[in-house]
């Protein structure tokens, strides 16, 4: 088991993300309770696109972000990745897999060494998902 708290401290702290976007999903519900806002900034979004764009223009202004998502919403957002593929945007997607669904680029599950899971998906300057099963976080 992974704590959400530890989760972001490396993740801001040490990898040095800080700006993230998406609608609030159960399944990551101890990740939106621990966020730190000296840690990070989080932009409640009205849908997963608006949190696309504004991680996107987050990362022209030069900072690292991710998308906060449940896995089934992904489907619905082929234009949005697309564009993050053809334009390299650096972004992570944090998805809570809710259902089981082909993902669009390279993804990794969180396992309870999340420090290598995160470099691993980080240092690669592309778009990653990393995965969030059930009962992993606490």
Same mark, same amino acid.
């Given at each position: ?12 702290? +040490?990898?040095?993300?800080?700006? !993230?976007? =998406?609608?609030?999903? $159960?399944?990551?519900?101890? &990740?939106?309770?621990?966020? #730190? ?19 996107? +223009?987050?990362?022209?202004?030069? !900072?690292? =972000?991710?998308?906060? $998502?449940?896995?089934?919403? &992904?489907?619905?957002?082929? #234009? ?59």
């Amino acid at each position: 088991m992974v704590k959400a708290k530890d989760f972001w401290k490396y993740l801001c702290d +040490g990898l040095d993300y800080r700006l !993230f976007a =998406g609608v609030p999903c $159960l399944g990551l519900n101890s &990740l939106y309770k621990t966020m #730190n806002k000296d840690m990070l900034h989080y932009m409640p979004s009205v849908n997963e696109r608006i949190a696309f764009g504004i991680v996107s +223009g987050g990362w022209l202004a030069g !900072f690292k =972000g991710g998308v906060l $998502l449940p896995a089934s919403f &992904l489907a619905g957002l082929k #234009n949005e990745i697309q564009l993050i593929k053809d334009f390299n945007i650096p972004m992570l997607l944090i998805v809570y897999e809710d259902v089981k669904v082909t993902y669009p680029f390279w993804h990794k599950e969180l396992s309870e060494d999340f420090k290598k899971d995160l470099d691993k998906l980080t240092g690669r300057g592309k778009p990653s998902i990393l995965l969030i099963k059930e009962g992993i976080l606490k």
